[in-house]
């Protein structure tokens, strides 16, 4: 009897124990909550606009910055959307670690200071950009950000930044997630608790699958590779550092779904109008072809499209490239539907997505080396039986009439064509090529 009230008490007592540590469990949790998603509200279409480092490296300074701002108000960039003006790696006064040396611009680099700049860039509708990191040192050896994170996010809001590149230097590679997390987390917060709103950049060579996560924690953008080379076949294998454009658009597949307003995709800065003399990447350069391609493909899949090369002094060529306003258009659409590659035959591949007019852009892509032939049909390429549909050439600038039937295009070695098509309501005489003059009677 004794021992039944015994064993009775102690099961009681084990199950009040365990009612104990299940409020005390709860209450933690209640205290902590998972990380809820995070938005600053900021980048609801790509960020456009240029960045000094494909180009300049860490030489640069307040006049190259007055003048690159200049130039793209004077060439058009500026009004055909380009507005960030972005401060790579070199900004900063000292080099070697951030316990040893406070963070603060060079004096003789940027005599006037960052303010100065950013206001030059405000008062001619602009934004102004900056670069840190979460380390000792920055990947040129600047003094970091570590452990300073808060006072820096407060410089860099007083200074009047508009866009922040937290660049980790593809470090921490094998890191556990949480610690990867806890890095962009620490910075996306101090940001996010200035009254400016600043936009995140995580420079994170795609380590840790960070698309699947730093949307959550408020970043806008994240590399999703390491650095672009100029040019469109790098030789060697991926795990090299450099990835050229087809490694990167290649990188991407799949994970378009991580993409989208306030939150993209980055493929890296442009390598257009670099012509082969980067002071920075590898690569020998690209074609006129090979440039108008990239820049095609990174307006299909929205990434971010920051000019890397010398703004001041681009051919009419790449400037013409940069500056296609219905290219540009499909970067910055509002859906911010990202490209999926709809067909894949070896070296000619199809991408596709929907616009916000319901319309669809398309992208025909011959990776192979000779001149070849490719057909896209509405119904079999985007499943959606489009019975009568218009064709415009988003290079070419020119509608190409009323089909009802698969359309065919010639694409060049390494060349990009990209239509904007269009679902009408009933039917009408087919057309096959898109060659052809159109008829006035097709718009
Ligand atoms: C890394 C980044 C580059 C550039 C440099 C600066 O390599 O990937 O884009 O910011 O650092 O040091």
């Known amino acids: 009897m004794v021992d039944q009230l015994q064993r009775r008490r102690s099961t009681g007592l084990v199950w009040l124990f365990a009612a104990v540590l299940v409020a005390f469990a709860t209450a933690i949790s209640a205290a902590q909550p998972a990380p809820a998603a995070k938005s600053n509200g900021l980048a609801q279409t790509p960020p456009v606009g240029w960045s000094s480092w494909n180009q300049f490296g860490d030489d640069i300074n307040e006049q190259l910055v007055i003048e690159s701002i200049d130039a793209m108000v004077s060439n058009g960039m500026r009004d055909a959307g380009y507005v960030y003006v972005n401060l790579d790696d070199g900004w900063q006064r000292?080099?070697?670690?951030?316990?040893?040396?406070?963070?603060?611009?060079?004096?003789?680099?940027?005599?006037?200071?960052?303010?100065?700049?950013?206001?030059?860039?405000?008062?001619?509708?602009?934004?102004?950009?900056?670069?840190?990191?979460?380390?000792?040192?920055?990947?040129?050896?600047?003094?970091?950000?570590?452990?300073?994170?808060?006072?820096?996010?407060?410089?860099?809001?007083?200074?009047?930044?508009?866009h922040l590149k937290y660049d980790s230097c593809c470090s921490h590679r094998d890191a556990p997630k949480d610690e990867l997390q806890k890095i962009f987390r620490t910075m996306s917060n101090s940001l996010m608790a200035q009254k400016r709103g600043i936009v995140l950049h995580a420079c994170h060579c795609g380590w840790g699958d960070i698309w699947e996560w730093a949307a959550a924690l408020g970043v806008n953008h994240w590399r999703i590779g390491q650095d672009i080379s100029d040019d469109f076949n790098y030789p060697g294998n991926r795990e090299q550092y450099y990835f050229d454009v087809l490694d990167q658009l290649d990188r991407g597949v799949g994970l378009e779904k991580y993409s989208g307003p306030g939150h993209w995709n980055d493929y890296d800065m442009l390598i257009v109008g670099l012509n082969g003399k980067s002071g920075q990447l590898v690569g020998t350069g690209a074609s006129n072809i090979e440039y108008r391609t990239h820049f095609s493909l990174w307006s299909m899949v929205n990434s971010p499209l920051l000019v890397g090369a010398d703004v001041r002094k681009l051919d009419a060529y790449s400037l013409e490239t940069l500056t296609n306003k219905e290219v540009l258009a499909l970067n910055q659409d509002p859906a911010g539907n990202?490209?999926?590659?709809?067909?894949?035959?070896?070296?000619?591949?199809?991408?596709?997505?929907?616009?916000?007019?319901?319309?669809?852009?398309?992208?025909?892509?011959?990776?192979?080396?000779?001149?070849?032939?490719?057909?896209?049909?509405?119904?079999?390429?985007?499943?959606?039986?489009?019975?009568?549909?218009?064709?415009?050439?988003?290079?070419?600038?020119?509608?190409l009439g009323t089909y009802d039937i698969p359309f065919t295009a010639e694409v060049q070695s390494h060349e990009a064509r990209v239509f904007r098509i269009r679902q009408l309501s009933t039917s009408v005489n087919g057309r096959s090529s898109l060659d052809g003059p159109e008829p006035e009677s097709a718009q």
């Open 338 to 399: 990202v490209a999926q590659k709809v067909r894949d035959d070896g070296d000619l591949e199809v991408f596709a997505k929907e616009l916000e007019d319901g319309s669809h852009a398309v992208l025909l892509l011959n990776r192979g080396a000779a001149t070849a032939t490719m057909t896209f049909s509405p119904r079999a390429d985007l499943q959606v039986p489009m019975d009568r549909y218009t064709v415009r050439d988003l290079w070419r600038h020119r509608s």
């Open 94 to 162: 000292y080099k070697g670690k951030r316990s040893d040396h406070p963070l603060e611009f060079d004096p003789k680099k940027f005599p006037r200071g960052i303010s100065y700049l950013a206001d030059y860039a405000h008062q001619r509708g602009m934004k102004l950009g900056i670069y840190s990191g979460p380390g000792q040192t920055t990947c040129a050896g600047y003094t970091g950000s570590e452990g300073h994170e808060a006072e820096d996010a407060k410089m860099f809001a007083s200074w009047g930044v508009d």
